[in-house]
């Protein structure tokens, strides 16, 4: 959804990318390789306030759960739910629900139940530090995100079916690029390369569903509340 971000970033929204794990430990990567190719795609989506009036700057954190080895746990999930409560955030997408990746699911599972566990009162919730720079974050004050969104990482080979798509036109080069910034995750390594073809092809084919050039598809298990049938894309 790297387009998605862009975009929000652009329209003055607060974004935080909270990278659960490091990615680590990958053929041609290292902690310190994947923490600078981090630092470049987080830059690459970045808004350009000349540009942009009113633009926001992303923020990134780094969670530190073990890569390969995530699990569905209370500890897990107080953690996700102490960054929630840190950033108030009331909007949280999360990877969709079905997929091949066990990493994948269990990040779903332990985001579901974190959206559940921020609201809660006289529980101790840990105060966030992100692990990419050392600093530390104050908790806020309990909160239930208005909105639990699933975005598609899917590892399984079937087509997604989603609630809403996004238009990324004016954002899907920035979205490439900052897959690119990944260098020895999808440009050194052969055969990842088709991985950007095939989801710029995605872009196209989702964008095609609601009438422009690019688009990102999204999932959610709750009706999205309209003010005014203007806004439906299309119109």
Sequence with gaps: M???IARFAQQGHDVLLLDVTNGEPTPLGSPEIRAKETAAATAVLSPDPSKHPGARPIERWL???????VEHTLEARHAVAGVIRA???EIVFTPYF???HPDHRAVTRIVEDARFDAKLTKIDMPAPIDKWTGRGFPLGDPIYPRWLFYYYATHLRWVADPSFVIDISEQIETKINAIRAYH???VLPEKNRKVVEWVEASATYFG???GVASGEAFFTKEPVGLGSIDALSGL
């Excluded at 530190?64 to 080895?69: A, E, I, T, V, W």
């Design 2 to 4: 790297g387009g998605a």
């Design 63 to 69: 969670l530190g759960l073990p890569n390969r080895f």
């Design 87 to 89: 950033w108030q955030a």
């Design 98 to 100: 079905e997929d091949a």
């Design 184 to 186: 020895t995750q999808f």
């Design 208 to 210: 095609s569903r609601i």
